[in-house]
């Protein structure tokens, strides 16, 4: 017992042994037939399922049971695995798979292909032929559900929706793989297939390789009688057989099908089956308690083998009887659990008693929500039993909430006519595939789409909407559902009949036509139920040709006459006698039924109500009720709402026209123009009246797509055709017209009998005699109707609305400018009353500077009675109008002011007049292509009808022809019309070339070229398309071009998303008829090629709308297209459709960027922007890349400087027109003497703001404040209240005026403070005003606070200095007078002190907050001129040679040289007395000697400079560092340096440069300059690294030809003996080349390298270059060329063949080889043909590389090189068994022993490696009989 338990331990688990004793151990004692293998202990009777109900044994403790059931694992999708031999059972049988259930509720498939050889081949000849094979039985003919089959597991795959699916295989190849030809005993039970019909018997397949199955007739009798009812055996069925005789060592077997030996067959021990070999379904003995038991299934590598209990499997070869459970699809509520199985399940006691099962996927809805807690014993859950496993007879739950309260299970529960919801998976040619169920999914065909037939389902159904369907037929067996989405049959109440005995004659019933013939309609109904309507029966007048009346698909009403279900007959019709309900009466109907009114009859009406759509009205005198919708108000499309929206309950109409009623419904029209026609008598009553050519006037009925439906006042109607309904181009049927608009429609066509006429609506056709006078009278209707509102609102109470009233165009109003808003337009206020909204566009403005609060006088241009606003203009050609006699019909020059829908109004040049003129000559007038349009302040010719203004304040005047029209002369910034498209050459190339592409098509095609923001494809038949960089990644990350990510000749499968049109830019639906000619635009995105896509919106009537989709504050990712230089902004791309701007001041918040945007932003990069708002003046959206730009209080923004304010401070503006203001002590944390010097308007600030009280921006330039993270010293504090100042303190401030009692000074924005005479000055001034001239205001100085009196709000201050520390305010202007060189000097000293101070100061403040001017250089070189004194001071000051100003002046220089600037920015950079110094322009040459401008060193060395004026140089100013914050030098000191003072500074400076020396010989430092390369390159001037190093340090700085010039450079440098040294650098070049070159530049260096270089070497890396680049066309051609100049040369040939491998041409490759092999010496043969194979190993086919080898080896068996590089190989790429195969054969090869050495060795190593400890003592035991067998040759 010991010893069984050694080998199969109980509890499901394996010990695990030494294997070659396990091994012995089973050889040994051959006890598998006494015990169980490996789960028997806990194997369960399947009714029973459960570690629950295992059978212990009583001996054994509770412990190892424990342990028995942890181990256990249910059979799970996780545990099965390819090769795994398994029982299953048939489900379903379908014509081309087999539905196999599986033990533990699994179920697995078996492709047709899969029964056997013999049937794959039947089949294969069936496809051939064209026509079924007699002899070749379908599935369900081979096999029925309950069969038990063995299958083996062929593969493990996941479904498109993420489902685990089991390929099953039943070919008896594979499932007896596991047996030879020598281990066939008799008496096993095997299964096969019958392979052919002999004369005596049948050839079966038992899959055994090398044996042939004889199946002998007599033995096979008895089963065809029984089972086959009597028909003979066909190829591929399906036996279980058992062993009869073996001959031959297994070459010839008999077999036995008898039904008792096959059911009574047992495994034995005779059989000598192992755990190796053993099959499902065999029956063994197997102990626990001694038993026989069945194999479920066996592991192929675990060898695991699970075994059943139950006695159906018991008998082999009994098909399962209990196929499935009556209760599938009940919901059961709490069911209790029974066990839990961590990996597989659950079981459930079912209330009946019985067991059920949840696999683990089905006890919750997602993993995420999942707890093993619930499902302990005894706990219960609500259920619903989905489906029934045959092979364990227990029912599957699951707890899936969708599952539970899903309507349907399984198609079985579907019935026709029931209506289903469901969710659309995807439109196709064929149909709408909808999902109904988890597993089920619908078919609704084309025609079921719509009640009418519809071209573009796509537009109506997108995927994933919700659709409600009617189920038309339901085929459970063959799972196919048909459904129908027709409204009609959706909604009907009306009785449905699934079969032909519902239908009772006289039964009315809805169905669809599915026929129309000459002798009637064919009807079908649901369930394939159809019937017959005859011709005599389709309607009670006579229709000679039903085909013209009536249309496939069509939904009709009909009626039973007889129905014959027998013979499936149907006689219908559509003449139905009455309604099934009769209708009743609308109360009151009857009374007024005397008091009707008639059709075309003119009314009064009094308004009852307004509703959204119109108004609910009474006809007087008799009040019925009556309803008038808004657009039968006028003939003008925008005066219906105006008309609707002032006309209130009570209001009377007059002349009101009746157009229709029905059932007591009344409909009303009070269009003039339909008006006048009826009373003229103009209206035809019927179509006996209507010929061609007839001129008729009605209304727009409804619009489709392929044309518009005209109403006509009596009630008749007429189609005008797309084609004829205007003589421009129709894209859009909706563009033209609007329902119940007016038109004219002239008559081309007409049908009596069927009632329809045909119309045209185009101009030429429908013209009402001359033009002007159709204007003029549409001009005169449209003011009065406008007039009448004005009535109307006069009436109303409010003040407003009857100022509002009187209003009219060219009133004058004096008004106050109440904001300016960030699209340049003006708010007024100050109008007659308040709350009105006065407003003035950008346009209107007239580029005058405005602020609030001023008065301007303005004109009234137009009221706008809806909004209730009233549109101004400043312009003064308006507000100056000139009083000049006007003559009528005198012609004028006119300028468009303002424009409504139906008119415009524009100003007489000469005079200033308003006039106003129609836009339309004609009621159909009504589209206009863009180009067409007018444009405010654009040019026009009138002709004036009316002299006088009269009530509306306009003259009357008709437009000129259009050629007299002008453009405006200047655009401004918002308002240009559209820049211009800038279009990509390669997209005009093939636009012309039609296309049969459709939006959601998958297409493949060729990258042509790239650009910035999209990349152009060449599409088969040449066809163009595009992809934008929005649809190249799902996820770009910021600074990236997506288009870099595709390369030119790329080969791309992409999806197409839109088409756009070349001419209009705009993206056209699918429908329209130009979209076979637009350009596809694509998208490789891979979640739109994955699953669905996004159609681009091509319904969207304007860009405008489409940017309406984002909000202020949203982040949206974009892609640079370029700077616009001149209108200072980055244009952008969101997406193909949709455009924004960057204003360049919200690019970022550094000098640097803003100063050079071109280097920090590349042309295409990916950017993540914040909307700010949209473009106000037309389609383009606001962006910001340094957060939304709401200028809050505490934001810090960039601006630009507009005003300089002397004493006062600085004027910013912001984008968008906002304002603010800066104050002198906001300007710096330190004072300077002159605070607003370095500022000019258009200069770029960096601003914080303080405060937004009052809608004005308080702002300061502070470096404290605008980067707080320097934390730099705050020398001069903010004072913004006297709380801020203590008594006793010292502030610095501005004079700020000479007051009789004092001078007042300034101490902060709004805190003054003053001193008096007596703490003025130690010297009393006689005069108060030479205090004027000695203390001018803004003048700097220092006081100390006295007293503060905080009731008064005063501050007394002294400016003495004994108070202040500081030399006397007065005492310098009042020594005596000193001779006059010496005052001279004395003075330039002054100056000079006083410069040095001031230059101190500025330098300071730059690097406080580094106010570098980023302006245009014509800008910069605007400078002030300087007072004469000044400049005579600067040039005595340079002639006395003062030490002091050489001192402190260069060391700056040098310092600021180190920036990357040229000398002349340098001097600019430092202010204005750099200039004034040298008293020349810096780029003009110096005169004298003395002032040649100093050489500049990088490292910051001043060749004069002594030691105590150097200044810390290094490290040098990062390129990256944002220009200003990280410095803050010390401040100016006032007083002279103590000796001591000075000595300190000399050792400091010592130090200082002793620390820069160190850092250049610093052997470690990385190079950050061209300087520091330049360095490096002199001290090892061959190293080829450093070369290309500085080449990249260029690079990266994006300056090609700076690097073109280091690369030749270093040519010239390296030594010519340095042959790889100057190798390196021509592959760094020409890489260089190829990057940034033309191809032209590239070849050119490629010759010269080619020249000074090994040429081999040069070819074979240009070819990698290409490679690498995916420049594959030209790596091509180069290695053609190669092939013809180096062809003795075996590395060209292996490079080519590695080449096109990569390419997937492996075609190719092989004929490269065989070009080769006749090229090259015969002695290279066998190593260019192991390379090749080496090749085919890593790069192609691992089979053909092996063909390779043994080919080559079967020529040269003793190449042990070769034989090398095949093992090497086989281990790489091949199985273990292929690897011990080539070792076998190479230690039997007749080597030199050294070489077998070699060879055993390497064994040895592989085994030790992957085999086992037996496999390495088998190697060493062939090791030591072959050198056994060499010593013993010796011998002999």
């Known amino acids: 017992m010991a010893n069984l338990e050694e080998s199969f331990p109980r509890g499901g688990t394996r010990k695990i042994h030494k294997p070659e004793k396990a091994f012995q151990q089973s050889v040994e004692q051959d006890n598998l037939f006494d015990i169980s293998t490996e789960e028997g202990s806990t194997k369960r009777k399947k009714n029973q399922k459960g570690p629950a109900k295992t059978k212990k044994l009583k001996i054994e403790k509770r412990e190892s049971s424990k342990s028995a059931r942890e181990k256990f694992e249910i059979l799970s999708v996780e545990s099965l695995c390819e090769g795994m031999r398994i029982l299953g059972c048939v489900k379903e049988v379908n014509e081309l798979e087999l539905v196999i259930s599986l033990p533990n509720g699994l179920q697995g498939f078996v492709q047709v292909t899969e029964i056997c050889d013999a049937y794959t081949k039947k089949l294969n000849e069936q496809v051939t032929q064209e026509q079924p094979l007699k002899d070749l039985l379908h599935l369900p003919e081979l096999f029925s559900p309950g069969m038990l089959v063995r299958c083996v597991v062929s593969s493990l795959g996941i479904t498109d929706r993420g489902k685990k699916s089991v390929k099953l295989s039943l070919n008896p190849k594979n499932v007896n793989r596991v047996l030879s030809a020598e281990a066939l005993k008799p008496g096993m039970l095997l299964t096969g297939t019958i392979s052919s019909l002999e004369d005596h018997g049948y050839l079966v397949d038992i899959g055994v390789d090398g044996t042939r199955a004889f199946l002998p007739l ?156 619930a499902f ?70 084309p025609m079921h789409l719509a009640d009418i037939l519809i071209k573009n389902p796509e537009k109506k159904y997108h995927i994933g909407d919700e659709v409600k369907c009617r189920v038309l037929l339901c085929d459970p067996e063959a799972k196919k559902l048909m459904m129908t989405l027709k ?71 009909v009626v039973v006459l007889n129905c014959e279900p027998s013979k499936e007959r149907m006689l219908l019709s559509f003449k139905l006698s009455s309604d099934p309900e009769p209708k009743k009466e609308p109360a009151g109907h009857s009374q007024k039924k005397g008091k009707a009114i008639n059709v075309g009859q003119l009314v009064d009406v009094k308004v009852l109500e307004k509703t959204k759509d119109g108004l609910e009205v009474a006809v007087l005198p008799h009040n019925i009720r009556a309803f008038l919708p808004t657009s039968h108000l006028s003939d003008h499309v925008a005066n219906g709402p105006l008309l609707h929206h002032w006309l209130q309950a009570g209001d009377i109409l007059h002349r009101v026209l009746c157009l229709s009623q029905s059932e007591g419904h009344v409909l009303l029209c009070r269009k003039p123009a339909l008006v006048s026609t009826v009373e003229g008598g103009q209206d035809p009553k019927n179509f006996s ?199 009528k019909g005198s012609e004028h020059q006119a300028i468009v002011q303002h424009l409504e829908k139906s008119f415009a109004i524009a100003s007489l040049v000469e005079t200033g007049h308003l006039a106003a003129f129609s836009l339309t000559s004609h009621l159909n007038d009504t589209f206009r292509f863009d180009s067409e349009k007018l444009q405010v302040g654009q040019g026009v010719s009138l002709t004036l009808k009316t002299t006088e203004p009269g009530v509306t304040g306009l003259l009357l005047a008709v437009e000129g022809p259009a050629a007299k029209r002008t453009m405006r002369p200047t655009r401004k910034d918002s308002e240009t019309v559209d820049e211009d498209e800038e279009v990509d050459p390669a997209l005009t190339v093939g636009t012309i070339k039609k296309h049969t592409l459709s939006i959601g098509d998958m297409v493949t095609g060729t990258v042509k070229s790239i650009k910035p923001t999209h990349v152009v494809v060449t599409l088969e038949d040449g066809i163009i398309g595009c992809i934008h960089a929005s649809h190249i990644l799902d996820d770009v990350p910021e600074g990236t071009s997506p288009t870099t990510k595709l390369k030119v000749g790329k080969m791309v499968t992409a999806r197409v998303i839109g088409g756009r049109d ?79 701007r960057i204003p360049l001041l919200l690019t970022s918040l550094s000098f640097k960027v803003l100063k050079h945007p071109d280097k920090k932003f590349r042309v295409g990069q990916a950017l993540r922007a914040t909307v700010v708002g949209p473009d106000s003046s037309k389609a383009f959206l606001c962006l910001s890349l340094i957060g939304p730009h709401k200028l809050e209080e505490g934001e810090v923004a960039m601006g630009r400087v507009v005003k300089v304010t002397p004493n006062e401070g600085l004027t910013v503006s912001f984008p968008f027109g906002k304002i603010g203001t800066v104050s002198i002590f906001h300007m710096s944390d330190s004072y300077s003497e002159m605070p607003l010097e370095d500022f000019v308007p258009q200069k770029v600030v960096r601003c914080y703001i303080l405060s937004t009280a009052d809608n004005v921006l308080t702002l300061s330039l502070r470096s404290s404040r605008t980067n707080p993270e320097t934390k730099s010293k705050v020398e001069d504090p903010e004072i913004n209240s006297i709380q801020d100042i203590k008594e006793g303190q010292l502030l610095r401030g501005y004079i700020g005026s000479i007051q009789p009692h004092g ?57 003495l200095p004994g108070d202040t520390g500081k030399p006397d305010v007065l005492s310098a202007s009042l020594e005596g007078p000193l001779p006059k060189q010496e005052e001279r000097k004395t003075e330039a000293g002054e100056r000079d002190q006083k410069a040095e101070k001031k230059n101190q100061k500025r330098n300071e403040k730059k690097n406080q907050k580094g106010q570098e001017e980023v302006d245009l250089p014509s800008k910069e070189k605007q400078q002030p001129q300087k007072p004469q004194a000044q400049k005579r001071g600067g040039r005595e000051r340079r002639e006395s040679g003062s030490e002091q100003e050489r001192v402190s002046k260069k060391p700056k220089k040098a310092g600021l040289s180190e920036e990357d600037d040229s000398l002349v920015d340098v001097y600019y950079r430092e202010g204005k007395e750099e200039a004034e110094e040298t008293n020349v322009l810096p780029k003009e040459k110096q005169t004298k000697p003395a002032e040649a401008p100093r050489l500049q ?156 270089n090994e040429p081999l070497k040069v070819f074979l890396h240009l070819a990698d270059i290409y490679a690498k680049s995916e420049k594959f066309q030209e790596a091509g051609e180069l290695y053609n060329r190669m092939l013809k100049r180096f062809r003795q040369e075996k590395a060209v040939w292996i490079k080519y063949g590695a080449f096109l491998l990569r390419r997937s041409q492996a075609a190719a490759s092989h004929r490269v080889l065989q070009r080769a092999l006749e090229c090259l010496p015969s002695k290279e043969h066998v190593d260019v043909i192991a390379k090749f194979a080496q090749l085919e190993f890593q790069l192609g086919d691992a089979e053909r590389a092996k063909a390779i080898f043994e080919n080559t080896l079967s020529t040269y068996p003793k190449r042990t090189d070769v034989w090398s590089v095949y093992i090497d190989m086989t281990i790489k790429h091949g199985s273990q068994k292929d690897v011990r195969d080539i070792f076998e054969r190479v230690i039997h090869l007749s080597l030199a022993p050294k070489r077998m050495k070699f060879f055993f060795k390497r064994y040895l190593d592989y085994e030790k490696q992957h085999g086992t400890e037996k496999d390495v003592q088998a190697v060493k035991a062939k090791a030591l009989e072959y050198v056994e067998a060499k010593s013993s040759v010796l011998e002999d």
């Open 376 to 445: 302990k014993p005894g706990n219960t859950h609500k259920c619903r039993i989905i489906d029934y496993s045959q092979m364990d007879e227990l029912a599957l739950l699951s707890l899936r909430t969708s599952i539970i309260e899903a309507q349907y299970l399984r198609y079985h529960d579907i019935e026709p006519g029931a209506v289903v919801k469901g969710t659309v998976l995807t439109i196709k040619s064929y149909g709408m595939l909808v999902k109904v169920g988890e597993q089920m999914r619908g078919l609704v065909p």
């Open 1303 to 1359: 001078v007042f000074f300034r101490l902060g924005p709004s805190v003054v403070g003053l001193a008096r005479y007596s703490h003025v000055s130690q010297h009393s001034l006689s005069k108060k005003a030479l205090y004027n001239k000695h203390l001018p205001e803004g003048k700097l100085l220092t006081a100390r606070v006295l007293r503060l009196n905080h009731q008064k709000n005063l501050v007394e201050l002294s400016f």
């Open 1062 to 1140: 070349m001419k209009t830019f705009k993206y056209l639906p699918i429908s329209h008829p130009r979209f076979v000619r637009t350009i596809p635009e694509l998208s490789v995105r891979p979640s739109e090629l994955e699953d669905g896509h996004t159609a681009l919106n091509t319904h969207s009537v304007s860009p405008v709308e489409k940017i309406k989709q984002y909000q202020a504050g949203q982040t949206v990712t974009c892609f640079l297209k370029k700077y616009n230089v001149v209108k200072k902004w980055l244009e952008v791309e969101i997406a193909p459709d949709i455009r924004g």
């Open 218 to 373: 007599l033995k096979a009798q008895e089963y065809i009688r029984q089972k086959n009812k009597g028909a003979k055996l066909k190829v591929g069925q399906y036996l279980n057989c058992i062993v009869e005789k073996v001959k031959g060592n297994g070459g010839v077997v008999s077999l036995s099908i008898g039904h008792s030996e096959v059911s009574t067959a047992i495994a034995t021990e005779e059989q000598s089956w192992n755990l190796n070999n053993l099959l499902p379904g065999l029956v063994v003995k197997a102990q626990v308690q001694k038993v026989r038991a069945c194999i479920l299934c066996v592991h192929p590598r675990t060898r695991v083998v699970r075994l059943s209990l139950r006695p159906i499997f018991l008998q082999p070869g009994r098909p399962l009887t209990r196929l499935s459970c009556q209760k599938l699809g009940a919901v059961l509520d709490d069911i209790p659990v029974q066990g839990f199985f961590k990996k597989a399940g659950a079981t459930f006691r079912l209330k009946d008693g019985v067991l059920a099962y949840a696999r683990l996927s089905h006890l919750s809805d997602s993993k995420n929500v999942f707890n093993p807690e």
């Open 487 to 557: 409204k009609t049959l959706i909604e009907s109440k009306l009785p449905v009949i699934t079969c032909y005995a519902d239908a009772k004659p006289g039964l009315q019933i809805h169905g669809f036509i599915i026929r129309v013939k000459d002798y009637g309609c064919i009807v079908k109904f649901y369930n394939n139920v159809q019937g017959l309507v005859p011709k005599h029966e389709l309607s009670t007048e006579y229709i000679p040709d039903p085909e013209r009346v009536f249309y496939t698909g069509q939904v009709v009403k």
């Open 1497 to 1652: 060193l990088s490292s910051g060395f001043a060749w004069n400079a002594r030691l105590d004026s150097l200044t810390p140089a290094l490290p040098p100013l990062a390129e990256s560092s944002d220009s200003e914050e990280d410095e803050k030098p010390h401040q100016a000191t006032q007083k002279k340096k103590s000796k001591k003072e000075r000595e300190l500074e000399k050792q400091k400076a010592e130090k200082e440069l002793s620390r820069i020396e160190e850092a250049l010989m610093d052997p470690g430092r990385q190079p950050e300059s061209a300087d520091d390369f330049d360095r490096l390159v002199l001290s090892s001037p061959n190293s080829s690294i450093l070369w290309l190093q500085y080449m990249a340090f260029h690079l990266q700085a994006m300056e090609i030809e700076k690097a073109r010039a280091v690369a030749e450079r270093a040519l010239k440098t390296i030594s010519f003996r340095e042959e790889q040294e100057k190798l390196n650098v021509w592959v760094a070049l020409l890489n260089l080349e190829n990057m940034y070159g033309s191809q032209e530049s590239l070849t050119k260096v490629f010759e010269r390298a080619v020249q000074y």
């Open 689 to 887: 009246e209507i010929h061609p050519g007839m001129l008729l006037t009605g209304f727009v009925k409804s619009i489709k797509d392929y044309g518009v439906f005209i109403q006509f006042p009596s009630g008749l109607s007429g189609l005008a055709p797309k084609a004829i309904m205007s003589d421009k181009f129709v894209t859009s049927t909706s563009d033209h017209f609007v329902e119940g608009q007016t038109v004219v429609a002239k008559v081309t066509n007409v049908d009596e009998e069927k009632q329809r006429m045909l119309l045209s609506l185009r101009l030429s056709d429908c013209g009402l005699g001359d033009l002007a006078t159709t204007s003029l009278l549409l001009l005169s209707q449209c003011l009065e109707e406008l007039q009448g509102v004005r009535s109307l609102m006069s009436n109303r109470d409010s003040v407003l609305i009857q100022t509002l009233a009187e209003m009219t165009p060219g009133m004058f109003l004096d008004l106050v400018v109440q904001e300016v808003l960030e699209d340049g337009s003006v708010v007024f206020s100050g109008g007659p009353v308040p709350d009105l909204v006065l407003r003035a566009s950008r346009y209107h403005r007239a580029g005058q500077e405005v602020e609030s609060g001023q008065k301007k006088k303005v004109v009234i241009l137009n009221v706008d009675l809806l909004k209730l606003e009233v549109h101004v203009s400043l312009h003064q050609d308006l507000v100056n109008r000139k009083a000049k006699k006007l003559r």
